[in-house]
């Protein structure tokens, strides 16, 4: 069993490593198996600097067409498992073809590399940097190795921003206005506002605010379009009278947003929305959704 | 349905009470181990126990009263995580991100207080914020109690004057504004629970919403501790915005709770100087609050602050308060037409209290008032409303205890007028009471005009109403009233005989209008006032010798005799002869001590005819025929011929009696008569023994008729009588009483009591024992009158 797994058993140990990975911010990311895992975080136009060891087992010789290293920015469709779109490919040699026999380590480097999308996790697709580094060999298979990382992008603060207010109702049963400061929120930013009751006349038994996000793929006939809540926020608990003005206070800090993305590489688009929900006492709901533009505030410092 | 529904929500109880235990539990826990995040995981846990539907009030109360106990934990952890450093706007932040906005709000609250505690913004802005963002709570009863709670964890911490939290951003006026928003908000949810729910409930859910007033009013008991609240601020801003409030809520019970709540929880001196703005208010109320409780609770509030210091008083009178709410009164009635008359009287009784505290000198005040009542009155006729007529009473009896004195009610022109709305049995007792008023005090009524304004007042005692006279009414009720009424004219004095006549024609003239059954009772007091006034002539002319009382007519005796003579003739017009005999010897009497024979015999003549005419009743005649003698034989005026014609028929009369013994009595009785001791002239003892011996004759003939009828003689007792007549007139020195006739009687006596037939009688023994005994005394005193009995033997 031994001598069996052993043939199997790559013929050399690559690993790949940043320089200065201790400086550098890490995040969490989820795994498909649910586990969580550190990894780091870039944003665009950074350097991308470090090294690859590639050790082969003992005593052993690896015979190679070439080692490179890869850039890669995939999107990735479920629904057509195993098709990557590659939006960034940079290649790097390492090693013209050869033999190596032991331990050695070659350097690398992207400069400013161009990562326009931001990683993102979604429910049919996925948008993942990647560096590769590839050991071509004759007859079998290539030895290969990943590692992932995260690239956020930021942006500064929008100079335009206007507030959401509307006035809305079902005719003679609920007339409503209601007021959201912005319309564009960064990611720790919280939706103040109010709901302001014009007419009642149902029997409302309470109020919420969800953020919904929805994720659409694909093209055409093709287009997926997947809707979560990721947040349920009660703001009233109650039946209003006409007059009254309900303070709306959210903040998105707890909850896992992400950008507002829009068709990235024609491929998918998330998109948020606040959703204004009346429910009255037979628990019929009542709601008004509203897009609002989230996205990653570049701190001044 | 019911008894199922209070199971159910002892069930619903036990159930929250459950799940708030067993969070509360993990909260411990979390907090013992410091851990923020399960702390307040938890705590919101416990808190959503709260958003329950299902308890009425009062259960929820029960809840509530435990979740704050955890919360009060709660704080204090949170006071703890400041010090360790966790940012307190971190973690006012924190607590907002729970999804649920009851638990949410309970903890921001919390937070809030602790936020304000370390001073990193100004009160104001975290009070200001807690009380905007409770606006998510609309259901009432869960919203009653979130801001209950946040009026309950910032009530300490408000910016006040002299406040560790006032300072240059916080003024006492954000403290005021804090409080007046919460309290406006409280209110609107409280008012708006009525119309939740299904409409059949609507009387358990008003039970329910005063269960809950007393949340709405400790806002104004906040309002009201906040040093910072000076005259100046309540006039111009809190009493303003409360009152918008409590008129724009439109709504019945929170109108009145609240109206009364302002009264009773700021000062009066506030109230004293905000009167205007206050009253204003008033007529804007709902016309079926019940003003009257509350404006009578301020109006005796405002008594007894004038009450309590004579120093307030020029605050009154500065301010005006007593037109003021005079007006207010007006205009309320006028704004609620519905008003019942009882809350009508209420209230001028309570101003009328009102305005005799403080107004005491200022009688036309408590007159308007009346004269207010009557005319809102007018029109509704007698008032049947029980209510309705106690209080009337009340308003009627509240000057008599305060002026203690019925002269000054007299002169309050509209107090009769307020009277006549009172029905007939109600209007006596409120005579009566007058009248109580008048014995207590021993006030005297020296005047005409006021005793006719005081007749005036108890013209229901004094006669029958308009229609037909009350026989329903009990004997003895009646009586007491008469009795009382009778009283009262013995109150009646002047010292001036002129104005005192007066008064006794007006008295007169009252009392006759009284009818049959009321004359026997009112009349004699009345006759006995005249004869003192008579006796008081008499004692004057004497002393003025020179001013005979024929000059002045008015005032003359003789005029009051006249006056007299026709009063007793009504009486003996209304079957009460009895009365009218004895009062005609009265006045006899009394014309003797005048001197005015003609009169006295008059009179004499008026007692003879009842006598003949309408005394057949032979007890009365007996009990008429003594008085009749005894009083002629006081008489001292008559010439010998008016004497004699007089004595005769008594002697006549007496003999005329029905039953022998009677007459046998009457007869010796007349001896008398005869026999005047201090007039020389009016002694004559052949008469004396006539009478005395037919006095003899009639009680030898009773004992045969005894004796003729049952068999036995009877009793010796009416011998004995007349031995001892025999005795007096022989120690007076009668000569035609002689020793002999004495012994002859006292052996006739003695032969009797031992014959068989007699009747044993003790006390006919007993009397016959002393009268011998008597007379061994006399023997043994020695001197003339020893003398004189020493030849009777015994």
Redesign the interface.
């Known amino acids: 069993m031994n001598i069996i797994a052993g043939a199997f058993k790559p013929p050399c140990k690559i690993s790949i490593s940043l320089t200065h990975p201790t400086t550098r911010k890490q995040v969490r990311v989820k795994k498909e198996n649910d586990q969580t895992v550190m990894v780091p975080l870039f944003q665009s136009q950074e350097n991308i600097v470090g090294e690859v060891s590639i050790e082969p087992a003992r005593g052993k010789k690896v015979e190679h067409n070439g080692v490179k290293i890869e850039l890669l920015g995939q999107i990735e469709l479920y629904f057509d498992r195993g098709s990557f779109y590659d939006f960034t490919s940079l290649v790097r040699e390492l090693e013209v073809p050869g033999n190596l026999y032991e331990r050695k380590t070659y350097p690398f480097e992207f400069s400013t590399v161009e990562m326009p999308h931001e990683s993102y996790n979604g429910i049919n697709v996925r948008l993942r940097y990647v560096l590769k580094v590839t050991i071509s060999r004759n007859f079998v298979n290539n030895i290969v190795e990943h590692m992932d990382f995260v690239v956020h992008n930021y942006i500064p603060a929008p100079s335009i921003n206007n507030s959401i207010k509307m006035e809305v109702g079902i005719e003679d049963c609920l007339h409503i206005e209601f007021e959201y400061s912005k319309s564009k929120y960064h990611l720790k930013d919280v939706v103040i506002g109010k709901i302001y009751f014009l007419l009642v006349r149902i029997k409302l038994k ?1 109020m919420e605010l969800e953020i919904r996000r929805r994720e659409s793929t694909g093209s055409g006939t093709n287009t997926y379009v997947e809707t979560e809540t990721l ?11 006409r007059g ?4 709306v ?1 959210l ?1 998105l ?2 909850y896992e947003l992400t950008p507002t993305y829009h068709n990235i590489n024609n491929k998918f688009s998330v998109k948020y929305f606040l959703n204004l929900v009346f429910v009255d006492e037979e628990d019929r709901r009542y709601f008004k959704q509203q897009e609002i533009i989230v996205y990653r505030l570049l701190e001044d410092s | 349905m019911m008894i199922d529904g209070t199971e159910d929500e002892e069930k619903f109880l036990a159930a929250g009470i459950a799940g708030l235990q067993q969070n509360s539990f993990y909260m411990h826990r979390a907090l013992d181990s410091n851990n923020l995040r399960d702390a307040l995981k938890y705590s919101a846990q416990m808190l959503s126990e709260l ?1 329950t539907s299902k308890l009425s009030p009062h259960k929820y109360y029960e809840l509530y009263m435990r979740a704050f106990d955890q919360l009060r934990k709660l704080e204090m952890f949170f006071e703890e995580e400041t010090r360790r450093g966790c940012s307190i706007i971190d973690l006012y ?1 924190l607590v ?2 729970a ?4 638990p ?1 709000l309970y903890l921001l609250c919390t937070v809030g207080s602790v936020y304000i505690k370390s001073k990193e913004a100004p009160a104001k802005d975290v009070l200001k914020d807690l009380v ?2 409770c ?6 009863v ?2 009653l109690f979130l801001r209950s709670y946040l009026s309950q964890v910032s009530k300490d911490k408000l910016p006040d004057i002299g406040s560790e939290y006032e300072g240059d951003a916080d003024t006492v006026s954000d403290a005021v504004e804090f409080v007046l928003q919460n309290f406006t908000e409280m209110n ?1 949810l409280w008012v ?1 629970m009525q119309h ?1 729910g299904p409409s059949r409930e609507k009387e358990k859910r008003e039970k329910e919403r005063n269960e809950l007033r007393d949340l709405v009013g400790k806002n104004l008991h906040v309002l009201s501790q906040i040093e910072g609240v000076d005259l100046e601020m309540y006039k111009d801003v809190v009493l303003p915005r409360v009152l918008e409030q409590v008129v724009n809520c439109k709504d019945e019970l929170a109108q009145f709770y609240l109206m009364d709540c302002i009264i009773q929880v700021f000062p009066d001196e506030y109230h004293l100087q905000t009167l205007d703005v206050l009253l204003g208010a008033y007529p804007q109320l709902q016309s079926s609050v019940d003003i009257k409780t509350v404006l009578s609770q301020l109006m005796e509030r405002l008594s007894n602050y004038a009450a309590s210091s004579a120093e307030v008083l020029p605050e009154f009178l500065q301010v005006e308060a007593f037109s003021k709410l005079s007006n207010a009164i007006g205009k309320v009635i006028e704004a609620q037409p519905d008003m019942p008359t009882a809350g009508v009287v209420t209230l001028y009784s309570s101003l009328l209290t009102f305005t005799l505290h403080v107004h005491p000198d200022r009688l036309d005040y408590a007159d308007q008032v009346l004269g207010a009542c009557v005319k809102n009155l007018s029109g509704k006729g007698k008032i049947e409303d029980k209510k309705a007529t106690k209080q009337i009473v009340a308003l009627l009896s509240a000057p008599l205890e305060k002026y203690n004195d019925i002269m000054t009610a007299l002169k309050l022109s509209n107090y009769p007028h307020v009277m006549e709305f009172l029905d007939v049995p109600t209007n006596k007792v409120m005579a009566t009471v007058i009248i109580q008023s008048i014995m207590k005090n021993g006030t005297r009524i020296s005047t005409s005009d006021k005793v006719e304004s005081l007749f005036e007042l108890i013209k229901g005692l004094i006669k029958d109403s308009d229609g037909t006279p009350d026989d329903e009414l009990d004997e003895d009720d009646f009586k007491e009233e008469q009795n009382s009424v009778a009283r009262l004219i013995q109150m009646f004095y002047n010292d001036d005989p002129e104005e005192m006549l007066k008064i006794i024609e007006t008295v007169r003239k009252h009392i006759l209008t009284g009818g049959p059954k009321r004359l026997p009772f009112t009349v004699p007091p009345l006759m006995f006032s005249s004869l003192k006034l008579v006796r008081q002539l008499q004692g004057q002319s004497q002393s003025q010798e020179e001013n005979p009382f024929g000059d002045d007519a008015s005032t003359s005796p003789k005029k009051i005799f006249q006056l007299l003579n026709q009063t007793i003739e009504t009486l003996s017009g209304v079957l009460a002869p009895e009365l009218a005999l004895q009062l005609c010897l009265q006045c006899a009497e009394a014309a003797n001590d005048c001197e005015l024979e003609p009169v006295a015999y008059e009179f004499f003549t008026q007692a003879y005819i009842l006598y003949e005419e309408e005394i057949s009743d032979s007890r009365a005649q007996v009990t008429a025929i003594h008085l009749i003698i005894g009083t002629l034989q006081r008489m001292h005026v008559f010439g010998v011929e008016n004497r004699d014609t007089l004595t005769h028929k008594a002697t006549g009369y007496s003999a005329k009696l029905l039953k022998k013994p009677d007459q046998c009595r009457a007869v010796y009785a007349c001896s008398h008569l005869f026999w005047v001791d201090d007039h020389d002239n009016m002694k004559d003892g052949e008469r004396v023994l006539l009478c005395l011996k037919r006095a003899l004759r009639i009680a030898n003939a009773a004992q045969q008729m005894a004796n003729a009828a049952r068999g036995s003689t009877g009793s010796v007792m009416l011998f004995i009588e007349i031995l001892n007549k025999y005795l007096y007139f022989f120690e007076k020195g009668n000569p035609q009483v002689t020793v002999a006739a004495i012994q002859g009687l006292i052996e006739l006596i003695m032969n009797e009591m031992q014959s068989d037939t007699a009747t044993p009688d003790p006390s006919a023994d007993a009397f016959l024992a002393t009268t011998m005994r008597y007379i061994q005394f006399q023997k043994q005193k020695g001197g003339t009158v020893g003398e004189k009995y020493e030849p009777i033997k015994v």
């Open positions: 309470n947040a349920k926020f009660e703001l009233m608990d109650g039946v209003p009278v009254e003005s309900i303070p206070r903040f800090n707890p | 958003r932040e907002q991100h999804g649920n906005i009851l949410r905007e963002m606006r998510g709570i609309q259901n009432p869960r919203g609107k708006r939740q």
